[in-house]
């Protein structure tokens, strides 16, 4: 099993840039692809994006290519998630995610995921 804890959430103004972190804590020489996804009030959570335990393989939702970047430190067991040009409709609990996988380049699809952290509260105000 793997525990993860996000930080990092905070107010930001539209427009602005926020950077979250998750620490992962799993089994000894276990590889887990991590995940970012959020949930804002009122509607199913959904994906953002995912990284390979590599980190050479990356997966975006279209509604945040091009201004949101995951990124990985597997030396310190964390996983980022750099959100730039944030906008208040962004404004929700995000959820770093986990899935153990067996292939360092595998990208898990986002219904596979199936650890999570507590979450973090981003509020984008306009």
């Known amino acids: 099993q793997v525990q993860l804890v996000e930080s990092g959430g905070g107010l930001v103004q539209a427009g602005g840039s926020l950077r979250l972190s998750c620490a992962a804590s799993?089994?000894?020489?276990?590889?887990?692809?991590m995940a970012w996804f959020r949930q804002a009030p009122g509607k199913d959570r959904e994906f953002v994006a995912a990284?390979?335990?590599?980190?050479?393989?990356?997966t975006y939702a279209d509604s945040v290519k091009g201004r949101f970047t995951i990124s990985r430190d597997n030396s310190k067991n964390t996983v980022d998630l750099q959100m730039n040009s944030l906008e208040a409709a962004e404004t929700a609990v995000y959820y770093c995610?986990?899935?153990?996988?067996?292939?360092?380049?595998?990208?898990?699809?986002?219904?596979?995921?199936?650890?999570w952290g507590q979450g973090t509260q981003v509020t984008v105000s306009s």
């Open positions: 799993g089994r000894p020489f276990a590889k887990y692809a």
């Open positions: 995610a986990a899935r153990l996988v067996y292939r360092s380049d595998y990208v898990p699809g986002p219904p596979d995921f199936n650890s």
């Open positions: 990284i390979s335990w590599s980190g050479g393989a990356t």
